[in-house]
Nanobody
Framework: QVQLVESGGGSVQAGGSLRLSCVASGDTTISNCMAWFRQAPGKEREGVAGIDSAGTTSYVDAVKGRFTISKDNAKNTLYLQMNSLKPEDTAMYYC????????????????????WGQGTQVTVSL
C-alpha cells in the first residue's frame, strides 16, 4: 500500500514563493511517475506539473517559467517549487503517483493504478 502525504502549503502574498513536498511511503514502485494537480473552489481539477520515470517534466501553460517540479528518489519525495505566485494559483494542491492521465496522454500507462494524497492548501493574496 502506498501513501502520499503533502506538505508546504500556506498563505502568501502575490509574488511570493512556496515549496510543496509529497512524501511517498509503502510500495514506492508506483512513484516512478508523479504529478501535481490543483483544484480551486468551483473549478475542475487541473494538472499543474508532472514528471516521468526518465525525469522528463511537463507543465500546464499557466505555470511555465514560475513552477518547477522535481523528485528526490532517495527520499521518495516529490517537490513543487512555486515562485511569482498569483492569486489565481490559489487552490488545494494534490500529488498523484502511478497511472496518471495527463493532457491527452498517460503517465506510466503500464501501471494498473494511481494513488492520491489528501492535499495541501495554497492561498495567494494581493
Amino acid at each position: 500500500q502506498v501513501q502520499l502525504v503533502e506538505s508546504g502549503g500556506g498563505s502568501v502574498q502575490a509574488g511570493g514563493s512556496l515549496r510543496l513536498s509529497c512524501v511517498a511511503s509503502g510500495d514506492t514502485t508506483i512513484s516512478n511517475c508523479m504529478a501535481w494537480f490543483r483544484q480551486a473552489p468551483g473549478k475542475e481539477r487541473e494538472g499543474v506539473a508532472g514528471i516521468d520515470s526518465a525525469g522528463t517534466t511537463s507543465y500546464v501553460d499557466a505555470v511555465k517559467g514560475r513552477f518547477t517540479i522535481s523528485k528526490d528518489n532517495a527520499k521518495n519525495t516529490l517537490y513543487l517549487q512555486m515562485n511569482s505566485l498569483k492569486p489565481e494559483d490559489t487552490a488545494m494542491y494534490y500529488c498523484a503517483a502511478g497511472h496518471i492521465p495527463w493532457y491527452g496522454g498517460t503517465y506510466c500507462p503500464a501501471l494498473a493504478r494511481s494513488v492520491w494524497g489528501q492535499g495541501t492548501q495554497v492561498t495567494v493574496s494581493l
